[in-house]
């Protein structure tokens, strides 16, 4: 996947279509929905957009024991939205054991077309505009393609963390 033919775009009303596909998409597959704020029903398109930019800087945190975040969608030559990342401006302990700095996630239909790696890219020269040398970026054990995209990325392997759950999860920071 060329770079040049994809962008990250800020959400916004002129995407809600393609939103809507991308997000009904996943929801019928069945699949858990990654990152969390893709979890958000649009069926209020402009509230949802209102929860996406609430707590996107130290200013406007709201709720207790969370980071600033920004979230990003990806977004193809033809402006369907394929992928969607949320940006973690720090970490709290949480987010250092089993969260990361970076979830993204594709659209079942758009995967293994190397838009992940892209993403990810996108989204590591976000970190680093927001003045972030290192950035930790974690997924579960048995996902071997998220796995490969980070290594791609640059990710080197930490160590592994069981979540309240009995998850285990990879943890890989990145140098920028």
């Known amino acids: 996947m060329e770079q040049s033919r994809v962008r990250l775009v ?8 393609q939103y809507v596909s991308f ?22 398109f402009t509230a949802m957009l209102d929860f996406l930019y609430a707590e996107d800087s130290e200013e406007k945190l709201f709720t207790p024991g969370w980071v600033p975040h ?17 940006i973690r401006h720090r970490l709290n302990e949480k ?47 048995e996902n071997t393609g998220s796995e490969k995209t980070i290594l791609k990325n640059g990710g080197r392997l930490e160590s592994e963390y069981r979540d309240e759950d009995g998850n285990v999860l990879r943890r890989f920071w990145i140098e920028l």
């Open 23 to 44: 997000y009904e998409e996943w929801r019928s597959s069945g699949e858990d929905i990654v990152p969390w704020v893709v979890e958000r029903a649009p069926d209020d």
């Open 95 to 141: 987010l250092l054991n089993s969260g990361g700095h970076i979830g993204y996630g594709i659209r079942p239909s758009a995967r293994r077309k190397g838009y992940a790696s892209v993403l990810l890219r996108f989204a590591l020269q976000k970190t680093k505009e927001l003045g972030l040398d290192k950035v930790l970026v974690v997924c579960d054990k």
């Open 10 to 17: 800020r959400p916004a009303e002129e995407y809600r279509e």
């Open 70 to 86: 920004s979230t990003y969608w990806l977004v193809d030559e033809g402006d369907q939205v394929v992928g969607a990342v949320n």
